[in-house]
């Protein structure tokens, strides 16, 4: 009859460590430019200033709505428009641009109506 063994297992014999691994890390030279000093790959143009230029901004200021809501409206107005395929001043308002417009626009009227329509329904609280 056999009996019963105990049973080891082998493990990988420990080598020793190179002489490239043995020494120290080297630290960072401080002359070295890091990557938040990178400058950024797109910059955003400032809003331009002077005569002749409407910010929403104003119009806001006119009506005594936050900009931020009144952004958030007129989004909502102008997907409405292009999902209804009207003819709207607001469709021709580029994403990811500036509110700003030119004196005598057609899109200025347009907006002032929805942002008084809003302050309407909601109030200037807000």
């Given at each position: ?45 400032k ?8 910010v929403?901004k104003?119009?806001c200021?006119e009506?005594?709505?936050n ?24 469709r ?5 641009t500036?509110?700003?417009?030119r ?14 329509a809003?302050v ?7």
């Amino acid at each position: 009859m056999r009996t019963a063994t105990a049973t080891t297992t082998k493990t990988a014999p420990r080598t020793k460590l190179s002489a490239k691994a043995k020494r120290p890390v080297k630290a960072a030279k401080p002359d070295a430019a890091s990557l938040a000093s990178k400058d950024a790959k797109r910059a955003i143009p400032k809003a331009p200033e002077g005569k002749g230029v409407v910010v929403l901004k104003t119009i806001c200021a006119e009506l005594g709505i936050n900009p931020k809501v009144a952004r958030r409206e007129l989004r909502k107005h102008r997907a409405e428009s292009i999902e209804e395929k009207s003819r709207d001043a607001l469709r021709s308002h580029d994403l990811h641009t500036r509110w700003v417009f030119r004196k005598g626009d057609p899109q200025i009227p347009r907006i002032k109506e929805i942002l008084r329509a809003y302050v309407e329904r909601n109030g200037e609280s807000e």
